[in-house]
C-alpha cells in the first residue's frame, strides 16, 4: 500500500515523455480547465475516519481486509442472490475432493440474515487451511455482503471467533451516512467495532470524476502493528530503487515537504509531500498527506489523502483542472478529515 506514491510519480513521468514534452511554466496551461464544485460537499467515511468530496466525485473500487477477512459488497441485491450464493460455495465443496467442514444454519436478527461454511479439502492432512466464507444480507437495504478468509490449524479458534464477531456486527449502510457510533466504515457498511481489541484491517477507496479524467483522488487507512518509514522517507527510498530515479528527480518538483497539520477544530498531525510532475502541454501534481498511526491500536490507524491530477489513463495526457485547483480540493479534503 504505501509504496504508491513513488510508483504513481515514476509512472506519470515515463508516460508524459511519451507525448511532446510540457512547459512548466505554461501559463496558457491554466486557460480552459475544468472546476470542480467545492461549494456543494458530500459527506464520505473510510475505517475510523470521515471527510468531505465534492460531489462530483465517484467510487471506483475499495478493497478491504477486516481481521484478515476480505468483504464484498453488492447493492440492489435480493433474498435470491442471498441463497445462491449459499448454494454456489456449497455446490464447491460437495466432491471428492473438497467437503464442508462445518456450516451455520441460516439466522436472521431483525433485517439481518447471515450464514458461514467452512470448506476443506479432503487430501489436506492439516497441511492446507480452511477456507470461510460467510454471507451477511440486510434486508433494510437491499446489501448483501461476501466475506472470505482462511485459516491454518493454530489460528483456527482466532478465525473462528473473528467472523462470528464480523458477521454479527456487520450492517448495511448509505454511503453518505456517517455513523454516530464507534466502528469500521466500508463501502455500503459499516462494522460496529468499539477498539478495545486490536484487529489488523486495511483498507483502500478511489474516487474520479467524470469532467476531469485525470482527476483521481484517493483515500488509505490501515491499523497498523509495526512502525514503518514515514512518508518522506519511504517516498524517497522507493525511487532511488528505480532505474529512473535521476529522470524522475530531474523533471519533478516539490512544491510542500514536511509537516502539516489539518483540520484546526479536530487536529491530526501528519505529513504531506506535494510534488509537481509533467504531462503533455503543462504539469500536474500529486499530493498526498498522511497521519502514521500508533503501532497496535484501533482507535488511530494510519490515513492517507491523495490528490492526483495527473492520471493518464484511457488516453488523458494533459491535466483537467490547474494545480492551483488540485490543491484546493487537496486542501478541502484535509480540512474536513477527522476520526468519528
Same mark, same amino acid.
Given at each position: 500500500m504505501k509504496k504508491r506514491f513513488a510508483v504513481v510519480l515514476i509512472s506519470s513521468i515515463f508516460l508524459s515523455m511519451s507525448g511532446c514534452g510540457y512547459a512548466a511554466n505554461n501559463k496558457d496551461s491554466?486557460?480552459?480547465?475544468?472546476? +470542480?464544485?467545492?461549494?456543494?460537499?458530500?459527506?464520505?467515511?473510510?475505517?475510523?475516519?470521515?471527510?468531505?468530496?465534492? !460531489?462530483?466525485?465517484? +467510487?471506483?473500487?475499495?478493497?478491504?481486509n477486516y481481521d484478515t477477512f476480505k468483504i464484498e459488497s453488492k447493492t440492489k441485491a435480493t433474498r435470491e442472490d442471498f441463497n445462491n450464493s449459499i448454494i454456489e460455495v456449497e455446490k464447491k465443496y460437495n466432491t471428492k475432493e473438497d467437503f464442508i467442514k462445518d456450516k451455520t444454519s441460516i439466522e436472521t436478527q431483525g433485517n439481518i440474515v447471515t450464514k458461514i461454511i467452512w470448506g476443506h479439502s479432503t487430501f489436506a492432512n492439516g497441511r492446507l487451511p480452511v477456507?470461510?466464507?460467510?454471507f451477511v444480507y440486510d434486508q433494510s437495504l437491499r446489501t448483501l455482503f461476501k466475506i472470505t478468509g482462511s485459516y491454518s490449524k493454530k489460528n483456527e479458534d482466532?478465525?473462528?471467533?473473528? +467472523? !462470528?464477531?464480523?458477521?454479527?456486527?456487520?450492517?448495511?449502510?448509505?454511503?453518505?451516512?456517517?455513523? %454516530?457510533?464507534?466502528?469500521?466504515?466500508?463501502?455500503?457498511?459499516?462494522?460496529?467495532?468499539?477498539? !478495545?481489541?486490536?484487529?489488523?484491517?486495511?483498507?483502500?477507496?478511489?474516487?474520479?470524476?467524470?469532467?476531469?479524467?485525470?482527476?483521481?483522488? %484517493?483515500?488509505?487507512?490501515?491499523?497498523?502493528?509495526?512502525?514503518?518509514?514515514?512518508?518522506?522517507?519511504?517516498?524517497? !527510498?522507493?525511487?532511488?530503487?528505480? @532505474?529512473?530515479?535521476?529522470t524522475t528527480k530531474n523533471q519533478t518538483k516539490d512544491l510542500r515537504k514536511g509537516e502539516k497539520t489539518v483540520n484546526q477544530s479536530s487536529p491530526l498531525s501528519g505529513?504531506?509531500?506535494?510534488?509537481?510532475? @509533467?504531462?503533455?502541454?503543462?504539469?500536474?501534481?500529486?499530493? %498526498?498527506?498522511?497521519?502514521?498511526?500508533?503501532?497496535?491500536?484501533?482507535?488511530? @490507524?494510519?490515513?492517507?489523502? %491523495?490528490v492526483d491530477t495527473a492520471r493518464t489513463e484511457n488516453y488523458v495526457r494533459t491535466s483537467s483542472i490547474s494545480n492551483n485547483h488540485g490543491l484546493q480540493i487537496y486542501e478541502a479534503i484535509l480540512n474536513s478529515l477527522k476520526k468519528f
Open positions: 491554466e486557460a480552459g480547465k475544468t472546476m +470542480i464544485n467545492l461549494n456543494n460537499m458530500q459527506d464520505w467515511c473510510i475505517g475510523r475516519y470521515t471527510f468531505k468530496l465534492p !460531489k462530483e466525485a465517484k +467510487i471506483i473500487d475499495e478493497t478491504i477456507e470461510v466464507y460467510a482466532k478465525s473462528i471467533n473473528g +467472523i !462470528k464477531y464480523l458477521v454479527k456486527n456487520l450492517r448495511a449502510r448509505d454511503n453518505n451516512k456517517i455513523p %454516530t457510533e464507534q466502528g469500521v466504515c466500508l463501502k455500503n457498511g459499516f462494522i460496529k467495532d468499539n477498539g !478495545k481489541d486490536y484487529k489488523f484491517t486495511k483498507q483502500r477507496v478511489g474516487f474520479n470524476f467524470a469532467n476531469a479524467p485525470s482527476v483521481v483522488i %484517493t483515500a488509505e487507512t490501515e491499523a497498523i502493528y509495526k512502525a514503518e518509514d514515514n512518508l518522506l522517507v519511504r517516498t524517497e !527510498k522507493n525511487l532511488q530503487k528505480s @532505474p529512473n530515479y535521476i505529513l504531506e509531500l506535494v510534488t509537481q510532475v @509533467p504531462m503533455e502541454g503543462g504539469t500536474g501534481i500529486i499530493a %498526498t498527506w498522511e497521519h502514521a498511526g500508533t503501532v497496535n491500536s484501533a482507535l488511530d @490507524p494510519f490515513v492517507s489523502m %491523495t
